[in-house]
């Protein structure tokens, strides 16, 4: 079993080294990485090749102008050829080196499994070995995606055929297309998923959902925007719900 792993990069020459070591380190050799590059003004570009010959041909890249993260993401799966597909961003790293090896395991296991995700945490820039928020996926039922609730994107692998029949990444949203992806999946079309109790990333706090009050409320109207897109009641209050959740999270791991 392969598994394609996206990164998707622009200007992210401070932290794609860590994204890049921590690939190479994982103990599952049978991958194939995908860097997909926004078109970088830094030396993101110079990091990837200089990584690139230690891969020993796994390491694949596009360096073009695109339309976004997501755009970035799209272009990852196609070109990629794995039998399951993830996404570890540009700025995160795996939390221990057998991440790939458990989810290649667990797929194996199990054929008739569409999907898998557990948990990720996130950590302040110069001090790695602090939670600052613990984000665990255990309680996620789909039903909670009416609620801003879902699976912690950073740790969802998916099979191939999941995005052959049910379609990419949608370049409608600026910040929610994740959460438009997993409403879709679980929601509209009931794939089979599951949790997998282990923590898969370590993220720097600073996401695009997370900066300041602005992208919160740009984050709430897309969320309403893909449940009522596919058919499923949610209202601003129902997705804001999730904030409370996020802070708990928050001040249990401080």
Wanted: overall charge positive.
């Amino acid at each position: 079993m392969t598994i394609s792993l996206i990164t998707a990069t622009y200007n992210s020459g401070k932290t794609v080294e860590d994204t890049l070591r921590s690939v190479l380190a994982q103990t599952y050799k049978e991958i194939d990485y995908w860097v997909v590059d926004g078109g970088s003004k830094d030396d993101t570009m110079d990091i990837v090749r200089k990584y690139e010959p230690l891969f020993s041909g796994r390491l694949h890249w596009i360096s073009e102008p695109d339309r976004g993260i997501y755009d970035a993401m799209n272009k990852g799966i196609s070109h990629s050829t794995g039998d399951v597909v993830g996404i570890l961003n540009s700025d995160d790293f795996f939390t221990s080196n057998d991440v790939l090896e458990r989810v290649a395991a667990e797929m194996q296991a199990d054929n008739t499994l569409d999907a898998v995700y557990g948990d990720i945490h996130f950590i302040k820039d110069g001090a790695p070995d602090r939670i600052v928020r613990y984000y665990s996926s255990k309680p996620f039922r789909p039903f909670w995606l009416r609620f801003g609730f879902m699976p912690a994107h950073p740790s969802f692998y998916a099979r191939r055929e999941v995005f052959e029949k049910h379609g990419l990444y949608s370049l409608d949203y600026k910040i929610a297309a994740d959460y438009d992806m997993m409403v879709r999946l679980f929601l509209k079309h009931r794939i089979k998923a599951k949790y997998m109790p282990m923590d898969f990333v370590t993220m720097l706090m600073g996401g695009l959902s997370t900066k300041g009050v602005r992208s919160r409320v740009v984050l709430v109207s897309e969320d309403v925007k893909a449940c009522r897109t596919y058919g499923f009641y949610t209202n601003r209050f129902m997705i804001s719900l999730k904030f409370l959740y996020k802070i708990f999270e928050w001040r249990l791991r401080r």
